[in-house]
């Protein structure tokens, strides 16, 4: 079988053109059992690793009414490519497609389906009654069902989908709970052919996937989810993807994905302090071997450069996937992002303007912040540069609230904070935003990675010591003066705190806390700093004093902003 897995098959100089070779000639079968679907679906598997998209959903087409296995694989890339486009289009049609898989899968299902006969399970005698093809069945059902209730959150925000989308996901973590119970009751009795270890893959995948995301919810929440019958353990979830990513099945890669999303990505927004770059590494190099030119793959090798501060290796990676294929433009939109940060953090205001101009033109997920950090980093330019580009910053940012979307109802956390500053230019007389890219660079966490770079680290503190100079000798003072100020000391207390220099860095943080009564409008910069001081003081081991201020940020966090229940704590 040729499965993808953590093992790497025998490979030359020529793979890349081996799978083009392999497609070509693979004959239409005549008939698809259970171990010829999974064969051919990691023949699929493999040419869209390889940047090979058309002929992948190709490949898969024929059968994607009759095989569960091709159902699911067409669909997802259906999914992945709505999700990247963001076209109502596309999303109409992968919930079509979706839809069309589920019906494919329900056909293969046991009539008494293993949700619905919950009471059946108890009985061992009744999972051994269990056909291959049906657990198979109930595993690729789930993986439907919960991808057609992540389309039905982007395609409409109303309350009914919303429950609808709801209902589903329970639905599929249900099927996910029961197929694991059958895992644990099989162990010992099936034969552990190839099949079993596909569907032993796709347990891993959805036990890991589901329990390592609902822990990262805040505490309140996720206690309300249990309560409900959903399990939000961070130790399992991570346990059951690393089996899954270890193994050979089909499942293997997405394990993989899963994982390096929360290395590269989601421990560093939401601040869980648990981000492993060596686990990332080592996740990543048995597929930089066998795809090399995978843009995918390379995506995540740059994201994993820029992680560790090498922001240089990074852009050349990035150029490489971006060069990789140009099928799937939306792959360059992710580079564009991330070159724009590499640029930032080395105040290269020129190339950052030039990428966050092309997500502002082409991109469709956040068109709001992508005007909004164009017109934040056109701020930082000097005023010749400023005017060769062409651009009005004025106009820019207050267009800014009229781009703004919502997601299963809910408006994007940083779009509202970014509509939040854009004001400030809504009036005739607009009142200019003080170092905006290096504000939203902090929204982001970005100093956690550029603090990595003690040189450049030492350029940003320049350039806020001399906006906060410039600051001071104002004489004509507007309303957001003192919001400005505060603003400057909790960035010039970060970089004081990556420098080193942690006692300067603390008073920095306490002028903010001092001056909490004077702040009008940035209300978040007093829990923020609060938070940020406190992991100064767990730096400093601490404690008390850490747990102290986190908990007091976490509750005004809850009347202003949102709270830190996910993020770094003690």
Not at 115 to 126: D, G
Not at 471 to 491: I, P
Request: net charge negative.
């Amino acid at each position: 079988m040729a499965s993808v897995g953590n093992g790497t098959e025998e490979s030359g100089g020529g793979e890349e053109e081996n799978f083009e070779d392999a497609f070509e000639n693979i004959p239409v079968a005549s008939k698809m059992d259970l171990k010829c679907a999974l064969e051919e679906c990691s023949m699929a598997l493999n040419l869209f690793l390889n940047n090979k998209f058309s002929e992948a959903l190709e490949l898969l087409r024929p059968w994607s009414k009759d095989s569960m296995y091709h159902a699911l694989g067409y669909s997802t890339i259906l999914v992945m490519q709505a999700a990247m486009t963001f076209e109502q289009q596309d999303i109409q049609m992968g919930i079509s497609t979706m839809k069309e898989a589920l019906q494919t899968c329900q056909r293969f299902r046991k009539r008494s389906t293993v949700v619905e006969s919950l009471s059946n399970l108890v009985s061992k005698q009744s999972v051994d009654q269990l056909s291959e093809e049906e657990m198979h069945a109930e595993i690729c059902y789930a993986e439907c069902l919960l991808q057609k209730a992540a389309l039905t959150f982007v395609q409409d925000e109303n309350m009914i989908n919303f429950i609808k989308g709801g209902l589903k996901i329970r639905t599929s973590y249900q099927i996910y709970k029961e197929c694991h119970q059958v895992l644990q009751m099989t162990q010992g009795s099936k034969s552990k052919n190839e099949t079993y270890h596909q569907f032993e893959g796709g347990v891993n995948l959805g036990i890991g996937a589901f329990n390592l995301m609902l822990s990262l919810l805040p505490g309140r929440i996720l206690r309300l989810l249990e309560f409900i019958g959903f399990s939000g353990n961070r130790e399992l979830g991570l346990c059951q993807l690393r089996e899954g990513a270890s193994g050979s099945s089909l499942r293997a890669i997405l394990c993989t994905f899963t994982l390096l999303v929360y290395h590269t990505y989601v421990s560093l927004i939401l601040g869980t302090g648990e981000a492993s770059l060596q686990e990332a590494d080592r996740l990543l190099e048995p597929y930089l071997q066998k795809f090399p030119n995978g843009s995918i793959i390379l995506f995540y090798a740059a994201r994993i450069d820029i992680l560790k501060g090498n922001f240089e290796k990074a852009q050349l990676r990035f150029q490489e996937c971006i060069a990789a294929q140009q099928e799937w433009k939306q792959i360059h939109h992710l580079c564009y992002w991330e070159l724009m940060w590499c640029y930032t953090f080395q105040q290269n205001w020129l190339q950052a303007y030039r990428y966050a101009d092309l997500l502002s033109k082409e991109s469709r997920w956040s068109k709001a912040i992508y005007v909004f950090q164009k017109a934040a980093i056109l701020c930082m330019l000097p005023e010749d540069d400023l005017k060769r580009t062409g651009e009005d910053i004025v106009s820019l940012f207050r267009q800014v609230d009229g781009l703004k979307q919502r997601i299963a109802g809910k408006s994007i956390p940083t779009e509202k904070f970014a509509v939040r500053k854009a004001r400030r230019y809504a009036s005739s007389q607009p009142v200019k935003l003080i170092l905006p890219a290096l504000e939203m660079m902090y929204v982001w966490n970005g100093f956690a990675i550029v603090g990595q770079r003690a040189d450049l680290t030492e350029n940003l503190l320049v350039t806020i010591e001399k906006e906060e100079t410039a600051l001071q000798n104002e004489t004509n003072r507007s309303e957001y003066y003192m919001d400005d100020v505060c603003m400057l000391q909790l960035l010039k207390g970060l970089c004081l705190k990556h420098l080193g220099r942690l006692m300067q860095a603390e008073l920095c943080f306490s002028k903010v806390i001092q001056s909490e009564k004077q702040i009008k409008y940035d209300t978040y910069l007093v829990p923020f700093t609060l938070y940020e001081l406190g992991l100064l003081y767990k730096k400093q081991d601490e404690r008390e004093k850490a747990i102290r201020y986190i908990e007091t940020a976490n509750l005004l966090a809850c009347l202003f902003t949102g709270n830190f229940s996910n993020r770094e704590g003690c």
